[in-house]
């Protein structure tokens, strides 16, 4: 196989303890092993890539490191018989742009139980627009219907509606004909919100109860959270009898303090939403539904897209709060 020459998105360990960001001529030499070689045509920034390029030891432990969690592309090569030369594969989730060398760079070489073939009803582009977020709320509702959720048993509260996951969530409820009511802290997005199919839209501070209570009067009948701390303790105190609250982020914080009561006399679900080590039936079931009746409809809307010389601004600007919609990279 040629050495090839590309180029890469690298964060560096200075001597003084800061980090610093540029971009890098690498070589496909240099790349971890893996049995499947990879051009990517895209990669998405996320907040987590934010994070690790910038020094965040409790995503990335150690540096020089290529960031970028989401990325797709097609095959170059592969030493198994799991994929053919040119197709086209996404790759998220597992160790993926944090531990191991990620998606900002123009090649990537990973093992072959880590990409998924593109769905033929989903463009490159739009696998990306959907990346990790729109994975990590389809697998919301999806762990959620298993344990018996369905739009007949009354609305369900969205958490952190404006973010990257709280927006496909929105987005992917209404397609299923659910009632949804999205909790903003944004004045400023519930036009948005609306316009991916909110009924409602509450102010964060709604689904934030002070009242010390462990049990509150019903107010949605599931949740889908993305803040943790007590917006969870909200969203389960308030939940209907038997529906499922779904967990997937910590904006505010990773602490809980609730009480046994909304499960032992609710029935309520908490559910656990861990998309690393998603099985990969499920997996492939998830982007499936992604590529088909639960494609979002607004994709085309949120994107940017840049190329990678424009990367480490757009990082800045995520990390100080003044980030808007997806932002990918097209190499």
């Known amino acids: 196989m040629e050495n090839i020459e590309f180029k890469a998105f690298v964060s560096r360990e200075n ?33 987590k890539d934010a994070l690790s390029a910038s020094g965040h030891k409790g995503i990335t432990k150690t540096y020089p490191h290529v960031p970028g969690v989401d990325a797709v592309g097609e095959v170059v090569s592969c030493t198994t018989n799991d994929f053919t030369e040119g197709e086209a594969v996404i790759v998220t989730s597992y ?9 900002f760079q123009e090649y990537i070489r990973v093992p072959a139980a880590w990409p998924v073939k593109l769905p033929r009803a989903l463009s490159m582009e739009e696998s990306m627009i959907l990346g990790t977020g729109g994975f990590t709320a389809a697998l919301s509702l999806y762990k959620m219907e298993q344990c018996g959720q369905n739009p007949a048993m009354g609305p369900i509260l969205v958490t952190g509606a404006s973010g990257g996951v709280g ?83 910590l904006v505010a914080s990773p602490k809980l303090d609730t009480t046994v009561y909304p499960f032992i006399l609710n029935g309520v679900n908490l559910l656990g939403i861990e998309t690393a080590e998603t099985p990969r039936n499920i997996r492939l079931e998830i982007w499936e539904k992604l590529a088909q009746e639960w494609k979002p409809q607004h994709l085309q809307q949120i ?27 097209k190499f």
Request: glycine residues 10%; negative net charge.
């Open 303 to 329: 994107k940017e897209i840049i190329q990678l010389e424009e990367l480490d601004g757009y990082i800045d600007q995520m990390l100080a709060g003044n980030s808007k919609g997806r932002v990918l990279v």
């Open 167 to 249: 927006s496909m969530a929105v987005s992917i409820l209404a397609l299923n004909d659910y009632e949804v009511i999205a909790a903003s802290g944004k004045q400023s997005a519930h036009t948005y919100l609306k316009e991916l199919g909110a009924k409602h839209i509450i102010d964060r501070a709604e689904a934030n109860d002070q009242s010390g209570r462990p049990l509150l009067r019903t107010k949605w009948a599931g949740a889908i959270d993305t803040v943790g701390d007590n917006t969870l303790a909200t969203c389960i105190k308030a939940c209907g009898r038997n529906g499922s609250v779904a967990v997937c982020g």
């Open 95 to 103: 160790d993926f742009g944090m531990n191991t060398s990620g998606g």
């Open 15 to 47: 001597e003084d303890g800061t980090f610093s960001r540029k971009i890098e001529n690498k070589t496909t030499a240099e790349l971890p092993e893996g049995e499947v070689l990879i051009k990517v045509s895209y990669a998405a920034l996320n907040y």
